[in-house]
């Protein structure tokens, strides 16, 4: 194996040598070292904000442990005093029912209090020498005890609970608990005392919770400290390892006390204390700071030993990477120095030319090229100078299209040897497109890339091109692109089992807007057309203007036909808003025929013809809206079509007549009205009654001008009336609608009555509940405007559409007509007939006459009559007739036609 002195000892020498090649790239070499510099510093930083948070953190939770610890030690001694406070009353209280001849042996074992070690009893006359104790003997003087003292003065009956001290009795340290006897007329008798030795209120010490120099105490508001107990020991009256009281001014709290100013071991701790309810002295819990922070410091001696193999370890590591950083930058640099001939040489020519190099991912798959050199011209196609290409992806000198385009013909070159096409390519969005001539060479694994701008021969063919495919008006695609380019798109969408929809879209209006305001603003209305729609499609949809104000837009990649639907009703929505023209603002909705690919057609012509006729479906609904094709419709669009047109030319041709029907008064049996009815006489199908041509009227918009033709012979009729003399009655008018919503129906009226000079109150207006039932202020407006002309006001059908009785009343209407089919069934059941006086009761509540329509037979008139219905209308009195001259109604049940 070779020494590595001589393997790399040529690439220290001549690198050495070369002063311009560290110049260049010391910088580079030195990154290493100072990224893992910095990265040691950081890391170190890191560490020690770590290690500081956590070591907070176990204080604080230390600081809180201390505190709950003392919280449950001052609960349980709460509860031990308590109980033992309790044992003292017992037996004071069975020294009363003993009347002094209590025994206190025979009461333990008779189990009066636990016969335990820790518990001495006994009883202490007034002479202060004991009456009875829990363990016989002597008993010494006890008279000059301080508990003594204190009950023998104080006559409140309080437990006295002294320090630690030695018993006299039991020979050994306890703390003592009191209370007074007295006699009969409260002298004082002596006292009953309970001496506890102070381990019985350290018992609840847990090592495995405080630790090994954990401590709890019990110390006295007084700062006497009762009871101590650190690991196994118990201090009391000769022993304490508490060398001072610590301060504890609230009822409970927490404290970091250092070993060599409070501690007689000299060990620091974290203190927490909490008062004993009922009782004035504090229970206090300490735990060791070295047995707390004992996991802290084990973490932190064992991080700091893993950052410092770290350390060390990322210090060799960058060493190496250094040193292999300036072999490989050697080795480029001799790669660069001679590439640089080569580039000198090729620079005088008029062709780019890169050097492309494979890069492979783990598959060994070509992902991407590396351009590992080029000249300027080549760079130029990318728009970045040479030194700002070089070393970059293919991918990063070329985006979206151009990249896949030549990655695709760089492969084919990489696995075939060689390339040569014309592509079209841009590096990014803000490039021209440019055509260039690419020729590809494998040489050595590397890729040899030679480009030529072909870009100005392209573009004049493309220029001829798009003259003979783009409207000159709108810039949109023409019929000539539609019938040239959309076959091959749909035998794409065919191979590909692809859908594809065909919008036909036709302006609705547009011949009026050129008519009335010019061709002008007609050419500036079809552009302004023409960006809605491209703006309602999507992005990558194509919008083709056929000619005139028909349009096509061309929908690809459906999921479903859905999808189209969804288009068709963004472009109606887009046509909502008035167009802002140099001469005005006119409105121009849509309508759209919609044919899918290939459900409806596989070809171009017939999938425009069948999107034409769904066009012509929709005009036929009303406009303004969308339907796709079906079969049907051809035949159903030709007879309406036909229905249309003849509809046209009887308005045209003015084919239509009017005929009247008598409106009776039910109790007198006299003529008080007319209602005027319209019919159209057809050359060929004679009399058409209504119910065959208004609905196509009012669909197609037709009803408004047929609506003022019906007004105006009205108004004629009535003069020719008023000419002849006699008595006169109002006729009424209905008006559709769509025609009371669209037209000025107050100025026709208003026109008409005064062109054929007729009073308003010879005219009466119809209306249907649908046409007026909202809150709209047009509604109220039109028609308060029409009541004070003096022209009444009737609800026809009343009770087949929405009205409530408030919109009755907020509109103030004259005369409310019954829909024949309540009359129908007054015959049938008395729920009939009472539903028919409801509504004649609720009428005449809001001052309206009432018109029963469908009158057929003299039962029906009676009842009527009955229910106080004001008036009747219907074939027994007379079906309509023309305004003929006829003898007078004398009687309810007589009938005929009447007319004044």
């Known amino acids: 194996m070779l020494d590595a002195r001589f393997i790399y000892a040529p690439f220290f020498r001549e ?73 003292v009353l017992h037996v004071r209280y069975e020294w009363e029912l003993s009347r002094g001849k209590l025994d206190l042996v025979q009461s333990m074992a008779r189990g009066l209090f636990p016969a335990d070690s820790a518990f ?15 363990r016989p003997g002597s008993s010494p003087y006890l008279g000059d005890r301080d508990y003594f003292a204190f009950h023998k003065t104080d006559e409140s009956d309080q437990m006295f609970m002294g320090p630690p001290t030695f018993g006299r009795n039991s020979r050994r340290e306890v703390i003592q608990f009191s209370r007074r006897l007295s006699n009969d007329d409260g002298s004082f008798a002596g006292v009953v005392l309970i001496s506890v030795v102070p381990d019985y209120f350290t018992a609840t010490f847990d090592e495995l919770t405080l630790g090994q120099h954990g401590m709890i105490s019990v110390i006295g508001d007084d700062g006497a400290v009762r009871v101590s107990r650190m690991g196994g020991s118990t201090y009391a009256l000769y022993q304490q390892v508490i060398a001072h009281t610590p301060p504890m001014p609230a009822q409970s709290g927490s404290v970091f006390l250092r070993g060599e100013d409070w501690f007689l071991d000299r060990r620091s701790r974290i203190v927490g204390w909490t008062a004993i309810s009922g009782f004035p002295m504090k229970a206090v819990t300490a735990l060791d700071v070295g047995d707390t922070l004992a996991g802290y410091q084990a973490h932190r001696a064992s991080l700091i030993s893993v950052g410092l193999v770290g350390t060390a370890l990322l210090g060799i590591l960058s060493l190496l990477t250094a040193f292999i950083s300036a072999k490989w ?15 000198m040489a090729t620079e005088e020519g008029q062709e780019g030319f890169f050097i492309a190099r494979p890069i492979y991912n783990d598959r060994v798959q070509v992902e991407d090229f590396r351009i590992v050199d080029c000249n300027q011209k080549g760079a130029a196609f990318t728009m970045r100078r040479r030194n700002q290409l070089v070393g970059k992806r293919l991918g990063e000198a070329f985006t979206g299209d151009a990249f896949k385009r030549i990655f695709d013909r760089l492969c084919d070159a990489h696995f075939h040897g060689s390339h040569d096409a014309e592509i079209e390519i841009r590096a990014d969005p803000s490039q021209e497109k440019k055509w260039v001539h690419l020729k590809v060479v494998r040489s050595n694994g590397d890729l040899a890339v030679t480009l030529r701008d072909v870009s100005e021969s392209k573009r004049h063919v493309e220029e001829l091109e798009k003259k003979s495919n783009e409207d000159p008006l709108t810039g949109l695609p023409n019929r000539n692109w539609l019938q040239t380019c959309l076959p091959e798109t749909l035998r794409k969408s065919g191979e590909r089992n692809e859908r594809l929809a065909l919008l036909f879209v036709d302006l609705d209006g547009f011949k009026t807007v050129n008519d009335s305001l010019g061709h002008a603003a007609g050419d500036e209305l079809l552009c302004s057309a023409a960006g809605r729609l491209k703006e309602a499609v999507r992005p990558h949809d194509t919008v083709v203007r056929l000619g005139g104000d028909e349009f096509v837009a061309v929908i690809e990649n459906l999921e479903n036909n859905a999808d189209a639907g969804h288009i068709a009703s963004r472009v109606i929505a887009a046509f909502r808003q008035p167009f802002s023209l140099a001469e005005g603002r006119p409105s121009v909705g849509v309508s759209t025929g919609i044919s899918i690919f290939p459900d409806d057609a596989t070809d171009l012509p017939t999938l425009l013809k069948n ?13 303004g809206r969308y339907v796709f094709y079906q079969p049907k419709l051809y035949e159903k669009v030709r007879a309406r079509l036909d229905s249309e047109i003849a509809l046209r030319r009887a308005i045209e041709n003015d084919e239509f007549e009017m005929v009247y029907q008598s409106r009776i008064d039910v109790s007198t049996g006299r003529l008080v009205g007319l209602e005027a009815l319209v019919r159209w006489r057809d050359p060929q199908l004679g009399i058409v009654t209504p119910d065959h041509f208004i609905a196509l009227a009012e669909e197609t918009g037709l009803i ?56 308003s109150h010879l005219l009466e207006v119809e209306l249907t509940e649908s046409s007026v039932m909202g809150d709209d202020a047009h ?48 015959e049938c059941t008395a729920q009939d007939r009472a539903f028919f006086t409801a509504i004649v009761t609720m009428a005449h509540a809001l001052d309206m006459r009432v018109v029963a329509e469908g009158v057929e037979n003299a039962r029906q008139v009676e009842i009527l009559r009955e229910l106080h219905c004001d008036e009747a209308q219907g074939f027994y009195f007379s079906r309509p007739e023309p305004p003929v001259w006829r003898q007078p109604f004398t009687s309810a049940g007589g009938h005929g036609a009447f007319a004044p």
């Open 15 to 87: 690198s050495l040598r070369d002063r311009s090649f560290w110049r260049a790239n010391l910088r580079t070499v030195l990154v290493w070292p100072m990224t893992a510099l910095i990265v040691c510093v950081v890391g170190w930083i890191i560490v020690s904000q770590v290690l500081n948070t956590e070591r907070k953190n176990a204080q604080e939770a230390a600081f809180h442990e201390a505190r709950v610890l003392s919280r449950v030690y001052a609960e349980d001694m709460s509860r031990t005093i308590k109980s033992i406070d309790q044992m």
């Open 611 to 623: 999107a034409d006729i769904a066009m012509y479906a929709a005009k036929s609904a009303g406009k």
């Open 120 to 134: 001495y009893v006994a009883i202490i006359g007034a002479d202060g020498y004991g009456v009875s104790s829990s």
């Open 779 to 826: 509604v109220t407006g039109v028609l308060e405007s029409l009541q004070k002309m003096g022209i009444k006001l009737l609800v026809d059908d009343f009770g087949t559409g929405y009205s409530s009785l408030s919109q009755l009343h907020r509109l103030d209407f004259d005369v409310l007509k019954v829909d024949r089919a309540f009359t129908r069934n007054i």
């Open 704 to 759: 408004l001008r047929l609506g003022e033709m019906v007004i105006d012979k009205v108004c004629w009729q009535l003069s020719v009336w008023l000419r002849h003399g006699g008595p006169m009655v109002p006729v009424s008018v209905n008006v559709s609608p769509r025609q009371f919503n669209e037209a000025n129906v107050r100025q026709i009226l208003e026109d008409c009555m005064r062109r054929h000079e007729v009073g």
């Open 329 to 343: 930058a050697w080795q480029s640099h001799q790669l660069k120095t001679a590439a640089a001939a080569y580039r």
